[in-house]
């Protein structure tokens, strides 16, 4: 048809929307995973920044033996301040305290209730990108009309029966509580989707955005758990098998390629829409749930 997409300029026009997607994806295999994990929700987000930044790390060197590439690290000194300020912020909400409130929601409810509660965070990542990047982040009205239909539909698979079932009981708590950390990660999450975005828009890669937040993550995580004297006991637990084990894998499928799937969909999409897009992860988690 004259003037019809082919499926590579499709692909090339909505690839922020597909990466959110496919963020969702490995989200929902992960959430499964990481709720039956028995350790701290704290020490299992130190593993999976440790684990993610290696595979990131290994990423960066391959892609440095491709003709024409530079050092894997130099853009590290060639960060602006702005640039660590912003990736710092956006490190400590989202994979410090997002994610520990995250995981601990997890623990609490459940995968299916605490994805329900995520769902509130398309409109709280559209907030933080107006506040802090501004009218380019507006979104017209069928945008809207199109994250509301999404998040209804979510939310219709979510409330199918069988949900309250999933919690493992793995360090349990009153459903106040995983309700509070629930919204409390979803403010986490969309402040640091904004901050990120900003270096971004300035031409940093999302691969490397990713990489310097997980760095920074770390760092934090270690002397957050230092001073409130439980990494040694984390690093104990940790060492189980049946913690490190599971987490391997999660913190690949879940963390090193979600997260960057997701920096590469706030890169290319409106931040409203890319997060929309990696909050549809109860449609994957549902049959999965359902099979485990």
């Known amino acids: 048809m004259p003037g019809s997409l082919s499926l590579t300029e499709l692909l ?7 990466a959110g997607l496919a963020a969702a994806a490995s989200w929902a295999i992960t959430s499964l995973i990481f709720s039956r994990v028995p350790a701290p929700a704290g020490a299992i987000t130190l593993f999976k920044n440790v684990a993610s930044c290696c595979f990131l790390l290994l990423t960066l060197l391959a892609f440095s033996l491709l003709p024409g590439s530079t050092s894997p690290l130099g853009f590290l000194f060639e960060l602006s301040p702005q640039a ?26 459940g995968p299916r209730r605490t994805l329900a509660i995520s769902t509130l965070t398309p409109p709280l990542g559209v907030l933080c990108g107006w506040i802090l990047i501004g009218s380019v982040e ?43 950390y629930g919204l409390l990660g979803c403010a986490g999450q969309a402040a640091a989707a904004a901050l990120a975005k900003i270096p971004m828009n300035a031409g940093l890669s999302p691969l490397k955005a ?29 060492k189980d098998r049946r913690c490190w084990l599971p987490l391997l894998p999660a ?16 890169q290319h999409a409106k931040l409203g829409v890319a997060i929309t897009m990696h909050s549809t992860s109860p449609i994957f988690v549902l049959p999965l749930a359902f099979f485990i």
Do not use: H
């Open 84 to 109: 660590w300020v912003c990736l710092g912020l956006s490190s400590l909400a989202g994979l410090v305290i997002g994610d520990t409130f995250y995981f601990r929601s997890l623990q609490i409810l």
């Open 12 to 18: 090339g026009a909505y690839k922020g929307e597909l």
């Open 210 to 238: 990713t990489f310097t937040r997980m760095v920074i993550a770390i760092v934090l995580g270690i002397i957050i758990a230092a001073a409130n004297r439980k990494l040694s006991g984390w690093v104990r637990q940790l």
């Open 251 to 266: 913190s690949f499928l879940g963390t090193f390629l979600g997260v960057w799937l997701c920096m590469i969909a706030y």
């Open 138 to 180: 507006t979104l017209p009205m069928v945008a809207w009309g199109g994250m509301a239909l999404t998040l209804v539909g979510v939310i219709w698979i979510i409330r199918e029966k069988g949900g309250e079932q999933e919690a493992q009981g793995v360090f349990p708590g009153s459903v106040t509580a995983g309700t509070w």
